[in-house]
């Protein structure tokens, strides 16, 4: 499909092989856990039988090697100013960090992503929450959309803010129950996908997912208008989810989304001078010489110039018809 491209292969040699280096917008992604998830329904009690066949598990003792070669890879394909959020539990969380404190990628935040169950205990506390690790690659500017779900003035019926509420680091997002249906061993919900991509990255950007499974990465990042990449090792999960996403609509998940109560630009309605317009070509030109795409310059100049996204792109095309 175009804008999306799946491979069934390693991500560590698939990515070496088929993606260029800083080429990644974002990357989300949600690694094998390396405590035998093969075995994990054992302990849910769950009911397996609509669940795909063919989850490739990675050895604890490997578990550490592993690591720091996909997120070397991660580290090669993202571009400077490129994030990647990785879902982790907490067993394996230290080879995650000690793999990703060999290369430059940053933090941002540690993100707590609380669920709606857990495994049952009688000795100990439940478990009911993972790990997201957000970083960035240096060298570029952070894509990161503040009012992309909730305007800064929009408040709740207690008068608290929902933006501030939304920003903050502990998430509770319930799992996706999915009776009957065919699903994989461990699907992120659209939701918790839907928050990431909205944040941080633009329609149009390119999304990668190393772990694919049952594709709600891609699948989440194709409705929400951006192009997906992907990689899966198991061929019987591969067969049964790379056509699903294929037949997907681009951008059929922005109907669902919440129009936020954005703050009015501070210079909303005023005119364009011939000074304020000679000012906005030779930013634009500035931005456009540091490699960033149409989108990102645009957000650069809304937050510099206290312009609304509509007047800078019509007084682009003012300035030069073929500029779109």
Sequence with gaps: MAGCTLYNESCITGARTH?????????????????????????YNRDEQHVVEGYVEIPEVEYGQFSIEWIREAERILRPGGLIYIVSGYSNLYHILHALRQTSLTEINHIIWKYNFGVWTSRKFISSHYHILFYEKPGGRR??????????????????????????DVWVIN??????????????????????????????????????GGGSTARAAIGLNRKAVGFEISSAIYSVRAPEIMNLKPGFLLIEQRIPECSAPK???????????????????????????????????????????????????????NNR
């Design 175 to 212: 799992r996706e129950y999915k009776p009957g249906q065919v699903k994989n061993k461990n699907e992120l919900p659209v939701q918790l996908l839907t928050k990431m991509i909205m944040y941080s990255s633009n329609e149009g950007d390119l999304v990668c997912d190393l772990f694919l």
């Design 19 to 43: 993606l260029e280096g800083n080429s990644i917008d974002l990357i989300i992604t949600d690694p094998p856990y390396g405590i035998r998830g093969d075995t994990l329904h054992k302990h």
């Design 143 to 168: 894509t990161f959309h503040l009012e992309s779900r909730f305007g800064t003035g929009e408040k709740d019926g207690a008068a608290g803010s929902l933006n501030y509420q939304d920003r903050e």
């Design 267 to 321: 210079r909303q309605r005023e005119r364009w001078t011939a000074e304020s317009r000679s000012d906005l070509r030779h930013r634009y030109g500035e931005l456009k010489s540091q490699g960033l795409k149409k989108g990102e310059i645009v957000t650069r100049l809304m937050e510099e110039l206290g312009r609304g996204r509509w007047a800078i792109i019509k007084a682009l095309k003012v300035m030069d018809p």
